[in-house]
């Protein structure tokens, strides 16, 4: 009687531990996720490249320039409220937290992005779903067009376990949330160069 009440306790403790640290593994993942913690243990950290993405815009350079930086450094569009948020600005340089669906969660990253205008743009990791990111926009002044060049590198902890994770459910979608905000930039930047265009060709004698 007294070993089967044991073992019923020892189950039942099992359970509960059991309960306690998955219910603590979910609230941990979700505060990653959502970048309200950084998982930095600096333990077998693996790297990943990110890109290369590659956009041709019909654009000149400056103005591409400006439709990148436009958001960080001057009126943020309407549309952008929800996702980007400036917290500290200089002259050459911000702080400043994305806002990006990730499955059921909106991750919340925080960067520096630092300008070289008209020809690079970078942003540094500070905060976020991994430990480490450094990526960087490349403009390349062509013909009456302007070449966009994305790179980065991201870094995860945890050995083999990390290096799946970041393959598989991280470097994909990151790709992918860069390569959207091109085609955005590169719409906006041609919509903006033809509307010049035209004003230029009203104006003409």
């Known amino acids: 009687m007294e070993i089967g009440t044991g073992v019923r306790r020892a189950a039942a403790f099992a359970a509960g531990a059991g309960t306690a640290l998955a219910v603590a593994g979910g609230w941990l993942y979700s505060r990653v996720v959502r970048g309200d913690a950084t998982l930095d243990l600096r333990w ?3 790297f990943h490249a990110l890109g290369p993405i590659v956009v041709t815009v019909a654009a000149p350079r400056e103005l591409v ?16 409220r929800d996702k980007l948020e400036v917290i500290e600005a ?12 990730y499955g059921p969660f909106t991750v919340r ?16 990791h500070v905060r976020g779903l991994v430990p480490h990111v450094v990526e960087r926009f490349e403009l390349t002044e062509l013909e009456g067009a302007t070449r966009i060049e994305y790179t980065g590198e991201l870094g995860v902890d945890l050995g083999i ?11 994909p979608p990151w790709n992918d949330v860069v390569a959207r905000s091109l ?11 033809a509307a010049r265009a035209r004003r230029g060709g009203r104006q003409a004698p």
């Not at 990253?109 to 540094?124: A, G, L």
């Open 44 to 46: 077998r950290r693996s």
């Open 65 to 80: 320039f400006e439709q990148i930086s436009a958001p960080y450094l001057g009126r943020q569009p309407a549309e952008l």
């Open 90 to 101: 200089g002259s050459d340089m911000v702080l400043a937290a994305h806002h990006t669906p």
């Open 109 to 124: 990253t925080v960067e520096t992005v630092r300008f070289e205008p008209p020809e690079r743009v970078h942003f540094r």
């Open 161 to 171: 376990l990390g290096r799946e994770w970041a393959r598989r459910f991280v470097v």
């Open 183 to 193: 085609a955005q930039t590169k719409a906006g930047a041609e919509g903006r160069s």
